[in-house]
Each structure stands twice: as structure tokens, then as C-alpha cells.
């Protein structure tokens, strides 16, 4: 099978301006989270999607958001960008939504906000 | 709230050696417990999890670990180290009810010597 992909790997932009990143689950796959990880807060949740609805969301200001499709690929946009935007968003996929399942990660994408 | 300590932020080991990496966590319920290894570049890759059971853990490329409820630890191992085990370490804790939201440690930046 096939693992989490996400696209773009590499991103730049201004501050003020918007983005948006994707993220393919692992086939079959039906729920997919959402963390940010910095140098200076680590790892950090942003959202999780189950079947099209936000099932758990983290600390972050409304200017993160994100969202799930039918096919259980996701979209997290964050508007508005500042210069701490910059980061590693990485997105995780598991079978169904549930404490006991592992999540399965992709490579990332690499934000930089100028 | 729930928490994560890694308390080596580097941990130093020859080849051949064995290895430790450290986890303390704290949770209001029952904890499920995490590793998860990254390489430089790369996202996070699942090493094994403790959900209930038995308190050694065995996991993927001869790692385990030890879930110990007195102590609220769950120290990842592994009895002979290789070079190519050198990537940092996290481990992560998730409560009961909270879907996938994972939380991490700091980290724990493994480096084995030949």
C-alpha cells in the first residue's frame, strides 16, 4: 500500500498572504490528523477529520483550518500568515477515529513564511 | 492535562550497546502510549504502542518498551545498537475518548557510534 502523501513538500510564502496543503490517507484509511512541529514547541496537534466532520482540535487560532472530503483526503489552510507559521505540517492517517489506533505519518510539508 | 517527558534531550550510545530512551507521562485515565522514530527529512514512522496487556511492549527493528503504571514511565529499549538506529525519538500519549490527538514528548535525539 501506498503511504500518506502530502503535496507540496516545500512551500514559501509572504506574510499575509494564505496557504493551503493536502494530505492523501493511506487507502481506506478514514481518519486523518493534523500537528505542527516547530524547533521551539515541538509537536503539536492541529485537528482531527473522521468522516468529513472535525472530531478534535487543538490549541491553535482560527486562522488554521482544515477539512475532509469524501474520499478522506484533507486540506488544512492557514490564512493570514505570520512569520511563526514556519514549520514542518505534517499529516497523520489511521483506519478509523479511536485511541487505541496508530497513526501512520507522511513525509511532510515544509512551510516558510518570509 | 496530559503530558509527555523526555528527559535527555541526547542520548549517547556505542554500537553494540544497549539502549534506553526515556518516558515519563501523565494522564487523567488510563494512557496509551506511543514511540515514533524520525529521520532527518522525513515524517514520523510508528515504532510500537502500549494499549494494555502486557507491560513489555515489542515493536518494529527490535525495539521494545516497558509500560511501568507505578512510575508512569514507558522507556523505549533495545538490547544491541546500530548505527543506523542514530534519528530522534519521540514518544507520545493519547487519553481515552480523544481519537487520535497525539501528545509528544520534546524528543529524545539518539546517536550510536560505531
Known amino acids: 500500500k501506498a503511504g500518506v502523501t502530502q503535496t507540496p513538500r516545500y512551500l514559501i510564502k509572504t506574510r499575509g498572504q494564505q496557504v493551503t496543503l493536502s494530505c492523501s490517507p493511506i487507502s481506506g484509511h478514514r481518519s486523518v490528523s493534523w500537528y505542527q512541529q516547530t524547533p521551539g514547541q515541538g509537536l503539536q496537534f492541529l485537528f482531527e477529520?473522521?468522516?468529513?466532520?472535525?472530531?478534535n482540535k487543538g490549541n491553535f487560532p482560527g486562522r488554521f483550518s482544515g477539512r475532509q472530503f469524501s474520499n478522506s483526503r484533507s486540506e488544512m489552510n492557514v490564512s493570514t500568515l505570520e512569520l511563526g507559521d514556519s514549520a514542518l505540517y505534517l499529516c497523520a492517517s489511521s483506519p478509523y477515529w479511536g485511541s487505541s489506533y496508530e497513526q501512520y505519518f507522511g513525509p511532510g510539508t515544509r512551510l516558510t513564511v518570509t | 492535562a496530559q503530558s509527555v517527558a523526555q528527559p535527555e534531550d541526547q542520548v549517547n550510545v556505542a554500537e553494540g550497546n544497549p539502549l534506553t530512551v526515556k518516558c515519563t507521562y501523565s494522564v487523567s485515565g488510563n494512557p496509551y502510549l506511543f514511540w515514533y522514530v524520525q529521520y532527518p527529512n522525513r515524517g514520523l514512522q510508528f515504532l510500537l504502542k502500549y494499549i494494555t496487556g502486557d507491560n513489555l511492549v515489542k515493536g518494529s527493528y527490535g525495539f521494545e518498551a516497558e509500560f511501568n503504571k507505578s512510575q508512569t514511565s514507558f522507556h523505549l529499549k533495545k538490547p544491541s545498537a546500530l548505527v543506523s538506529d542514530s534519528a530522534l525519538y519521540f514518544c507520545?500519549?493519547?487519553?481515552?475518548?480523544?481519537?487520535?490527538?497525539?501528545?509528544f514528548g520534546q524528543g529524545t535525539e539518539l546517536s550510536v557510534k560505531p
Open positions: 507520545a500519549v493519547r487519553e481515552y475518548n480523544q481519537g487520535g490527538k497525539l501528545i
Open positions: 477529520y473522521f468522516s468529513e466532520t472535525q472530531r
